[in-house]
Every structure is written in structure tokens, then in C-alpha cells.
């Protein structure tokens, strides 16, 4: 069984930053994951794409936050990063991390909240 887990969220100022972590465990091997990502959902929303990663290492970024949010990932510990800068209030979410292999697994999210 794969589990995610996310972490680093929580309340910040308009312009500020955070940086969410995702830790993965479980029987699955970094050569097996094909890529990882972020997603994150808003009130009344539906998810959304953020940032993904692929093994190679290649990166996406949503529009919406290409040159101020940064994702990276560690192979050798199975963890996931999403650095974020310049955070305003239209980034209220729960983020949620997304490892693809075989089957595409999802953590439980963490809230990051902007606000002043």
C-alpha cells in the first residue's frame, strides 16, 4: 500500500511564502513512479493542476503560478516539495500531492490559507 502524506501548510500573509512537503511510504520504488505532482482545490472549485515533476527530472507548471511557486523532488527519499512565493489570496487551498505509477495515489491535503 502506497500513502502520501502532505505537511507545511498553514496561514501566511499576501507576498509571502510556504513550502509544502509530501512524504511518500509504502511498497513502491522511485524507479516505478512515473512522475508526481501538486493539485490543489478551492472552496466551490474543482481541483486543479499546479505543478508536476516526471523522473526525468522534467517540470510543469501551471500558468498561474509559473516564476513564483518552485516543485522538486528528492528520489532517493520518495518526498515531494512545493516551494511558493509571492503567495496571494487566490492561492487559498488545500493542496494535495500525486504520485503516478501504475495507479495514481493521492495524500489527504493540507490547507494553506492567505490572508491579511
Known amino acids: 500500500q502506497v500513502q502520501l502524506v502532505e505537511s507545511g501548510g498553514g496561514l501566511v500573509q499576501p507576498g509571502g511564502s510556504l513550502r509544502l512537503s509530501c512524504a511518500v511510504s509504502g511498497s513502491i520504488t522511485s524507479t516505478s513512479i512515473y512522475g508526481m505532482g501538486w493539485y490543489r482545490q478551492a472552496p466551490g472549485k474543482q481541483r486543479e493542476f499546479v505543478a508536476s515533476i516526471t523522473s526525468g527530472p522534467s517540470a510543469n507548471y501551471a500558468d498561474f503560478v509559473k516564476g513564483r511557486f518552485t516543485v522538486s523532488r528528492d528520489n532517493t527519499k520518495n518526498t515531494l516539495d512545493l516551494q511558493m512565493n509571492s503567495l496571494t489570496p487566490d492561492d487559498t487551498a488545500v493542496y494535495y500531492c500525486?504520485?503516478?505509477?501504475?495507479?495514481?495515489?493521492w495524500g489527504p491535503g493540507t490547507q494553506v490559507t492567505v490572508s491579511s
Open positions: 500525486m504520485l503516478s505509477s501504475v495507479y495514481d495515489y
